[in-house]
């Protein structure tokens, strides 16, 4: 089974300044990672992926993360916060087993905050 | 190349109504997901179609339901609708099963009253 644990409800940055979105995984097979963001009203739109090509992965708009699997952790960072920013993140996890078909197991979410 | 798309973006209906929901995937993409998301129990996996079939499914009553068709577009119904069925309804494509990534629809709010 999977699931994801993201530490932090809320974060609360001002403008400008760095932004770290904490998440801590469990899965039974080497599992791909996903950030997705969702504005007010809107879907979900994908920020990175992790596939176990590289421990680093640079997303768009400026954010990466870093998996890390002896922590099971895949945090997000930016390193200046902008308005836009402003947003619901969500740490996802899906199992890579074709037999397990398409399955994405949601953290409970983190709405960030900007400051001016 | 054009998004997902869902339809209709808002609905309003009464218990004990059904509803049906259409999602059309990214050309191309031959698996659509469902999920469904509310503030009490966050986004939670409903069910996931791939070549017409289902592969996978979600902690749901048998009241919700989808299908998918030949093009790869899928629809979901929900029948004897319940308050608790509030929420947004959002629909995923991908090119494969197994671990591909998802693109997400704008979802579609259903308002149950």
């Known amino acids: 089974a999977q699931s994801v644990t993201q530490l932090d409800s809320h974060v609360s940055v001002s403008e400008g300044t760095p932004v770290l979105l904490r998440c801590n995984y469990s899965?039974?097979?080497?599992?791909?990672l996903f950030w997705y963001v969702q504005h007010p009203n809107k879907g979900l739109q994908l920020l990175l992926k992790?596939?176990?090509?590289?421990?680093l992965v640079k997303g768009i708009n400026g954010f990466e993360a870093e998996f890390k699997k002896s922590e099971t952790s895949f945090h997000l960072t930016k390193p200046s916060a902008h308005m836009s920013d402003a947003a619901e993140y969500f740490c996802?996890?899906?199992?890579?087993?074709?037999?397990?078909?398409?399955?994405?197991?949601f953290g409970g979410g983190t709405r960030v905050l900007v400051k001016p | 190349k054009a998004g997902v798309t869902q339809t209709p973006r808002y609905l309003i209906k009464t218990r004990g109504q059904q509803v049906t929901l259409s999602c059309s995937p990214i050309?191309?993409?031959?698996?659509v997901s469902w999920y469904q998301q509310t503030p009490g129990q966050g986004l939670q996996f409903l069910f996931e179609?791939?070549?017409?079939?289902?592969?996978n499914k979600g902690n749901f009553p048998g009241r919700f339901s989808g299908r998918q068709f030949s093009n790869s577009r899928s629809e979901m119904n929900v029948s004897t609708l319940e308050l608790g069925d509030s929420a947004l309804y959002l629909c995923?494509?991908?090119?494969?099963?197994?671990?591909?990534?998802?693109?997400f629809g704008p979802g579609t709010r259903l308002t149950v009253l």
């Open positions: 899965s039974s097979y080497s599992p791909s």
């Open positions: 179609y791939f070549s017409e079939t289902q592969r």
């Open positions: 996802v996890v899906s199992e890579v087993v074709k037999a397990a078909g398409n399955k994405l197991t």
């Open positions: 992790y596939t176990s090509a590289a421990t």
């Open positions: 050309s191309g993409h031959r698996s």
């Open positions: 995923a494509s991908s090119l494969a099963t197994g671990g591909d990534t998802q693109y």
